[in-house]
């Protein structure tokens, strides 16, 4: 049984609080998590902000492109569960820096050298991992900044899918190597574990917020020897803390 899982906030958490904002952070960091994951976009302004999807209906009141907002319009929005502000980048860096890691989201290619280079300027690289859905920016990445962890999004990944990761992680013959590769929970068997392992890579499970037996499948992954997981709901971190010492 794995005892050094990592507890990974999904957004922060996902139930109770809105995703994406600093009181959902902080929920989750004082649930226990190693790791806060979140998503970041670039504003019409610029800014780089934490937020999920390229509109904002689905957590914010109204229907707006985000890429057609500065920061100062976006925050006359507010968010549908607890009326919140959507944080940016360096605000999240700023206020949890040395409370938790970071597992941040490219959701924009293009936004790669100005992410990794606040976090350099903030001296917060070793406490970051960079997480994307292309195999090849991600080893531009790792080539340009060494220290720098990766982890590849397989699920929907451009450049390396599923089924030629298996392949390819079998005969030990992957082009490149990431830290950790993140794969949808319900995809996950005990082969894909096992070649991210030989290969030395942390595989990660996430996507648990629609399963009412979340903490059940949670238990069999960890069973499995997954090294981390992507929590949607808080409480749940609590749940598996418990239930591992006992094990």
Known sequence: MKKNLLFIGHRGTRIDYDENTLKSFEVAIKSGAHYIEFDVRRLNDGNLLVFHDAFIDKTIVGSVYLKDLTYAELKNYKTKIRNAEIPLLTEVLDKLAKRTKFMIELKEEEIKDDVINMVIKKGLLKDCVICGRNYELLRIIKKEFPKCQVCYNITKGKGLNFKKFIELGNQKNLRFI??????????????????????????????????????????????????????????????????????
């Not at 949808?184 to 890579?201: M, T, V």
């Not at 960890?222 to 239930?243: A, V």
Request: positive net charge.
């Open 178 to 247: 990431p830290d950790m590769i993140s794969l949808k929970s319900n995809l996950i068997k005990a082969n894909f574990i096992d070649i991210c392992h030989e290969n030395g890579i942390k595989a990660l499970a996430w996507d648990f917020i629609k399963y009412a037996n979340s903490v059940k499948i949670i238990k069999d992954l960890i069973k499995l020897q997954i090294d981390g997981i992507l929590f949607d709901d808080h409480k749940n971190i609590k749940i598996i803390k418990k239930w591992l010492k006992r094990t």
